[in-house]
């Protein structure tokens, strides 16, 4: 079955910088790579996705790389906020809602 | 996006007693539902794939007589959780895929909490 590892497990940074944070796979059949924040208590929400096909997406100060040959993918939020503190989650699958999270990462955007 | 609403929010079950936890689709047609387990700054554990009109396929480790799954029609999917125990306390979560190539949508959640 798929495995999906996730790093770093925490991250702080200083509002203004970027924060990246980076996922492996290891089944090659995966073809659907979203990306989850989730606040404390609440529902993840869908913050971006990138499907096999494509090797990047950008949707404002977020974007999504993703390398196939490596099984890696990375999340990638510029020009933190305060209000972007919160746990992410990557998480790989099949484009019918099947997925394997990652452990996730929780990140701290100090003002 | 698509709505997919999980009822309770939150409950609080006896040890021994059974638990029922809803998923609805609301407004489109879910074939497939997916529930998932989170405990306490942990990630979401997916538990086991509901498909509707035919039996769940459980993710190894996972019960099926303990956690039962009912997906009676498009747009409900049903989790009872037997003879709960504290260990089974955590965080239930619905997900729903409308269609091919289109994203899974969450429901809000379900704190259990055996006591």
């Known amino acids: 079955g798929e495995n999906v590892e996730q790093h770093p497990s925490t991250l702080s940074v200083q509002e203004g910088d970027s924060a990246v944070i980076k996922c492996t796979y290891s089944d090659s059949a995966s073809n659907y790579f979203p990306w989850y924040k989730q606040e404390l208590g609440k529902r993840p929400q869908l913050i971006i996705d990138?499907?096999?096909?494509?090797g990047e997406k950008k949707d404002q100060r977020i974007a999504v790389t993703l390398n196939k040959t490596a099984k890696h993918f990375s999340l990638h939020i510029t020009e933190t906020q305060p209000e972007d503190s919160a746990v992410y989650f990557c998480?790989?699958?099949?484009?019918?809602?099947?997925?394997?999270f990652g452990a996730g990462t929780q990140v701290v955007v100090t003002p | 996006g698509a709505v997919v609403s999980q009822h309770p929010s939150w409950v609080i079950c006896k040890s021994g007693t059974s638990v029922k936890i809803e998923c609805r689709s609301l407004?489109?047609?879910?074939?497939?539902m997916f529930w998932y387990r989170q405990f306490p700054k942990q990630s979401l554990m997916l538990m086991a794939t509901?498909?509707?009109?035919?039996?769940?396929?459980?993710e190894q480790g996972v019960e099926k007589d303990k956690f039962l799954i009912n997906h009676a029609s498009l747009t409900l999917s049903t989790l009872t959780v037997t003879s709960a125990h504290p260990e089974d306390s955590s965080f239930y979560i619905c997900?729903?895929?409308?269609?091919?190539?289109?994203?899974?949508?969450f429901g809000q959640g379900t704190r259990l909490t055996v006591v």
């Open positions: 509901s498909n509707e009109g035919s039996k769940a396929t459980y």
């Open positions: 998480a790989a699958g099949d484009s019918w809602g099947k997925f394997q």
């Open positions: 990138i499907r096999s096909n494509v």
């Open positions: 407004d489109f047609q879910a074939t497939t």
């Open positions: 997900s729903a895929a409308g269609q091919l190539n289109t994203e899974a949508f």
